[in-house]
């Protein structure tokens, strides 16, 4: 299959999981969405699981895309470190309730994705934007690059702990913005809270 047209696909499937989730959606009604007979569907996908870690493989790639987007128009490490966390919240805004749980035990290779992404992007991306907070002024010297972002990163598996907080019973947002807002706050120097002063009243 060509890969635009399979492209096409795959966005026409994210707007539809972006809808209702990850976990509704069975084979035959994936295959009627895309205009597919159930045969034809797994002919171009083999199954939902493999639909799914294409879906999350394009949107991991579009996040990365416009975390650079972000960056090219933000001046410090500091207010890239703020923009790329409030892009992160909006992105979990668009996410079913339950998506993060459905996918973590059902769905493992999509979940792996997105756990690698984690581990082997985000975490180097924080570690930069950190250090260079901290080179520049505007983090607290004291700070330890590596240590804060493995910090974040466990911070965000805890926003998405279903047993701490069950999303039909937490704004996983909200409690996103409570748990990271503080804290980035606590790691500037009064300078880095003045250049980052604009970007935390958008958060």
């Known amino acids: 299959m060509e890969q635009l047209v399979r492209q096409k696909l795959i966005e026409r499937a994210a707007s539809l999981f972006r809808q209702v989730g990850v976990r509704l959606p069975h084979e035959e009604q994936l295959a009627a969405f895309l205009d597919y007979t159930p045969d034809e569907f797994r002919q ?12 999350i493989e394009s949107n991991l790639a579009r996040q990365r895309q416009e975390h650079a987007e972000l960056f090219a128009n933000l001046d410090t490490p500091a207010e890239c470190l703020v923009g790329l966390l409030r892009y992160s919240m909006n992105e979990l805004r668009q996410a079913s309730h339950y998506d993060y749980h459905i996918m973590r035990t059902q769905f493992p290779q999509a979940w792996q994705l997105i756990d690698e992404q984690l581990h082997h992007y985000t975490r180097p991306l924080l570690v930069r934007l950190l250090q260079g907070g901290i080179d520049q002024g505007q983090l607290r010297a004291s700070l330890d690059a590596g240590l804060i972002a493995h910090i974040i990163l466990a911070q965000f598996s805890l926003v998405v ?33 003045r250049a980052v002063s604009s970007h935390f009243e958008r958060f």
């Open 44 to 55: 171009i996908f083999c199954s939902k699981e493999s639909l799914l870690y294409a879906v």
């Open 161 to 193: 702990n279903e047993q701490f907080f069950p999303p039909d019973e937490s704004d996983l947002p909200v409690v996103y913005h409570n748990i990271f807002a503080p804290y980035v706050r606590g790691l500037c120097t009064p300078a880095g809270l």
